[in-house]
């Protein structure tokens, strides 16, 4: 059974989340941030050195990166579910929006966090970090005009692993989706998902 660390109000969630909708069991140990600090507590980093979630164990096998590790538990345990093989209809938009989560919108959220907090200096890069976060979501919100999930009709995940920043991240600091109706569509029929409802119950998170 493979055994999830799990900090609160982090990536792991997605893990938990992937498990549920695959209907895999799995092991939770969980892990609180510091009251003050909000950074993970040292005892992640005996677990991997990186000291954060999540972290996997399977057998002898330890897994840092939500990525990598979502990647493992579909090709090990996945059956062919929650994504498309190549070659079939879907599948270059799966692995696009499945690598955008990390690879742009992530990096965007974080940057549009440090504009916010950084406001009143008035450093001429804080226009560019607002933009880029807000071509990020703008461009998935498009994608989500013409599709119900980022891959077509079904849930994949590359939905998990986008959820994230536009989820439970906005109870960090706020991301204005007044103004990305498809968005906060897609948002919605997440939140009626069991799985989801279960996975977020697990980590501990309000749904």
């Known amino acids: 059974m493979i055994e999830i660390h799990h900090l609160n109000m982090s990536q792991s969630e997605r893990i938990i989340w992937l498990m549920e909708e695959l209907g895999l069991p799995y092991a939770l140990k969980a892990y609180a941030r510091d009251s ?11 677990v991997h050195p990186l000291g954060f979630a999540p972290v996997i164990r399977d057998g002898d096998l330890v897994l ?6 979502a990647e493992y538990v579909l090709e090990t345990y996945g059956e062919g579910r929650l994504r498309h093989a190549p070659g079939t209809p879907g599948y270059a938009d799966y692995l696009f929006w499945f690598h955008y989560a990390n690879g742009t919108l992530m990096p965007a959220t974080m940057l549009g966090f ?30 989500l005009g013409v599709s119900p999930y980022v891959a077509g009709a079904d849930l994949t995940a590359a939905d998990i692993m986008l959820h994230f920043p536009l989820g439970t ?3 960090m600091f706020p991301i204005d989706l007044s103004t990305r109706p498809h ?22 998170n309000a749904v």
Request: glycine content about 6%; charged content about 30%.
């Open 183 to 204: 968005i906060t569509a897609w948002l919605d029929r997440i939140a009626e998902r069991p799985a989801y409802r279960r996975a977020m119950k697990a980590a501990g």
């Open 64 to 69: 840092a990166e939500s990525g990598a590790i």
């Open 169 to 171: 991240m906005r109870g």
């Open 114 to 143: 440090m504009e916010l907090q950084l406001r009143d200096t008035g450093h001429p890069l804080l226009t560019h970090f607002r933009a880029r976060m807000d071509r990020s979501i703008n461009l998935l919100d498009s994608r």
């Open 36 to 46: 003050v600090t909000m950074l993970a507590p040292p005892e992640l980093a005996e």
